[in-house]
């Protein structure tokens, strides 16, 4: 399992930002996928999950309506929209094997400052 994600960066309250991640050396197609994230000092906590088909999505409450997971089988790739970003959304940003959440890529830092 490969995972290797991209676009974070700093940007400043109220701004978007949207990650990619590249996945290979298993079947994207058919695996459910995570975002999660890891703030300074805090443990690893969930923030979306996207079936196989794309037929389903499940966010955290904190950022349900602000961000939109999404994928692309053709491509082997995962994303994450995140709008009206927060300071409170700064971390390093994981995707996952959703039912193994422990299997992530190196994650890529998103700060959230003005």
């Known amino acids: 399992v490969h995972l290797v994600e991209s676009g974070g960066g700093l940007v400043q309250p109220g701004g978007s930002l949207r990650l990619s991640c590249a996945a290979s050396?298993?079947?994207?197609?058919?695996?459910?996928m995570a975002w999660v994230r890891q703030a300074p000092g805090k443990e690893v906590e969930w923030v979306a999950t996207?079936?196989?088909?794309?037929?389903?999505?499940n966010y955290d409450p904190r950022v349900k309506g602000r961000f939109t997971i999404s994928r692309d089988n053709a491509k082997n790739t995962l994303y994450l929209q995140m709008n009206s970003l927060k300071t409170e959304d700064t971390a390093v940003y994981y995707c996952?094997?959703?039912?193994?959440?422990?299997?992530r890529g190196q994650g890529t830092q998103v700060t959230v400052s003005s």
């Open positions: 050396g298993f079947a994207f197609s058919s695996t459910h």
């Open positions: 996207i079936i196989d088909t794309s037929d389903l999505t």
């Open positions: 996952a094997i959703a039912n193994d959440q422990s299997t």
